[in-house]
């Protein structure tokens, strides 16, 4: 689709949000312990898809995102799936889609003085706008490596106490305002999509954002969040978590922490 096509947004009347359960909370606690602190030398490039199931522009994205998710572990980088609303309209609601996800592009969309939002998507750093299937564009900015020029917190971690998990942000050279975020998602899945510009395919969608909850914010000075509860899409096979630090705004990512969540055991 287009990238300065505009389209009327769709917002769902309603949408399913749960709470992690006791069970997932203590498969986050026991991994979390085992996670070190990550280092302004080591924190991850975070890479957004903005895609839906509703555009037929999206499916070489979707895949290349398959590949990005098979190599995140060796190169220090997560790729996370957010499905957007904005195409329910056309015959097929995505299964995946969230207003919050839209809501997050379209912050992108007034931080970086784009025209409208548009699929498939891209960001990168919290700074890159590509369009999500243009391979050589972000392989060349995966290849430049993240900006050396951002102030960040020394580190970040994730702390258990003896009142629950809470995650760290450490002092830094920074006299700003920066959100916190904490994000959810779920493994790989297939998706037959019935209807719709895909109508008859069968694609599949990988590091699918289950949740994303503003923790509170980090303006240079030590913080700790607690992580008694947050949003959780519901996946029940096993989902991965990361922590953004981000200029508020929509603004640059200075860093991030990832820990992988696995179900405990029955």
Not at 34 to 44: G, I, K, N, S, Y
Request: glycine share 10%; aromatic share 10%.
């Amino acid at each position: 689709m287009n990238r300065n096509m505009t389209r009327a947004f769709v917002t769902r009347a309603f949408v399913t949000r749960a709470f992690v359960t006791r069970a997932l909370l203590g498969a986050l606690l026991l991994t979390a312990t085992t996670v070190p602190a990550a280092a302004a030398d080591d924190f991850p490039t975070i890479i957004e898809l903005y895609t839906s199931q509703g555009c037929s522009a999206c499916p070489p994205a979707d895949a290349y995102l398959m590949e990005l998710v098979a190599r995140q572990m060796d190169e220090n980088f997560v790729v996370l799936g957010f499905h957007v609303d904005i195409w329910d309209y056309l015959g097929w609601a995505d299964t995946f889609s969230d207003p919050k996800m839209t809501e997050r592009q379209r912050g992108y969309m007034q931080a970086m003085n784009l025209r409208s939002v548009y699929t498939p998507q891209m960001v990168i750093g919290g700074r890159h706008d590509v369009v999500g299937a243009d391979r050589e564009a972000v392989e060349r900015i995966l290849a430049a490596g993240p900006a050396g020029d951002l102030p960040a917190p020394e580190r970040v971690w994730f702390e258990l106490q003896e009142d629950g998990m809470y995650l760290n942000v450490s002092e830094g050279d920074f006299d700003g305002v920066a959100d916190v975020w904490l994000i959810t998602f779920g493994a790989a899945r297939e998706v037959e999509i019935l209807r719709g510009e895909n109508a008859g395919a069968a694609i599949v969608y990988g590091n699918v954002v289950e949740g994303i909850e503003w923790l509170g914010a980090w303006t240079g000075k030590h913080v700790d969040f607690a992580l008694d509860q947050f949003a959780y899409g519901g996946a029940d096979h096993g989902v991965g978590c990361v922590a953004v630090v981000q200029i508020a705004g929509q603004g640059p990512i200075l860093a991030a922490l990832q820990i992988p969540i696995r179900d405990p055991a029955p």
